[in-house]
Structures are given as structure tokens and as C-alpha cells.
């Protein structure tokens, strides 16, 4: 591998196993943009300033979704374990684990695996795919 290449320049391996472990147990920013934020409103038959009052904070001057007391997404549904907004999630839910903080180092992609059982295992991503990921990241420090 030449310096000019990305660690993970072979590729990836990762398949969602459902545990939910992304959604929960962590602090953490789930931003969103305007339009996500309009197809939440839409899922769930809510005014956008309603939205904003029940499910929204203010992270790094970005609207972030809430978490509980727990450090769960307050969209995670525990019941069930799995995300109750689930088809209109957030682009930044849509692309982990293929974000540029942990595609940035080895290390920082080892870490997050340490914690998710779909990474490092499944599907495999080729260079190629994880490339249109981060082109498609809504938040260049996610």
C-alpha cells in the first residue's frame, strides 16, 4: 500500500447485524439536514417546530437528535431493538460504520468493531464503494 492510498484501500467487511448497538449506550451527535428533518416530521405526522421541542437538541451549533437519560437515540425503541424511525433515518445512520472519523485510521475503524459485531464480518465493501460513501457523508467530522 503507497502512502497515497487509504488503510483501507482492500476493502471492507460488514454486515448490520440489528443489535442496535450504534443507537444506544453512547453519547453522542446524530445530526441531520433540513430535508431528513422533513421526512421525520412526515414519518411521524409532526410539525417541524413540534419535532424540534420533542426529539432535538443543539450540538456544535448543528440540530442533533436527542438522547435519553441512557445515552440511547430517542428514536431507538428498546422494546423491539431496533430504530422506530428506521426508514427515514438520518444519511449519518444510513452510513455507519463508513464514516470518515472511522475510516481515518486502522485503529479508530478496530475500535468501533470492538463494539459492533457487523464490522470486520459480512458483506464485503470494496474500495470503490466505501469511496461513494464518504462522498456521500452530510458531515465531513462524523
Excluded at 454486515?15 to 441531520?32: D, L, T
Excluded at 439536514?33 to 414519518?43: G, I, K, Q, R, V
Excluded at 472511522?102 to 478496530?110: F, K, R, S, T, V
Aim: glycine share 6%; with cysteine.
Amino acid at each position: 500500500m503507497s502512502k497515497n492510498q487509504p488503510w483501507w484501500i482492500n476493502g471492507l467487511f460488514f454486515s448490520c447485524r440489528g443489535c442496535g448497538r450504534c443507537c444506544r449506550g453512547e453519547p453522542g451527535a446524530v445530526w441531520f439536514t433540513p430535508s431528513e428533518e422533513e421526512a421525520l416530521c412526515t414519518f411521524l405526522a409532526l410539525s417541524p417546530e413540534q419535532f424540534r421541542r420533542s426529539y432535538t437538541v443543539t450540538r456544535e451549533r448543528r440540530p442533533s437528535l436527542r438522547e435519553r437519560w441512557n445515552g440511547d437515540c430517542v428514536f431507538f425503541d428498546a422494546s423491539l431493538g431496533k430504530c422506530a424511525v428506521y426508514p427515514v433515518r438520518p444519511l449519518q445512520c444510513r452510513l455507519f460504520p463508513f464514516w470518515p472519523s472511522l475510516l481515518a485510521h486502522p485503529d479508530n475503524w478496530a475500535d468501533e468493531a470492538r463494539r459492533c459485531p457487523g464490522m470486520d464480518s459480512g458483506t464485503f465493501h470494496a474500495a470503490a464503494l466505501i469511496r461513494e460513501h464518504l462522498a456521500l457523508a452530510p458531515f465531513p467530522d462524523l
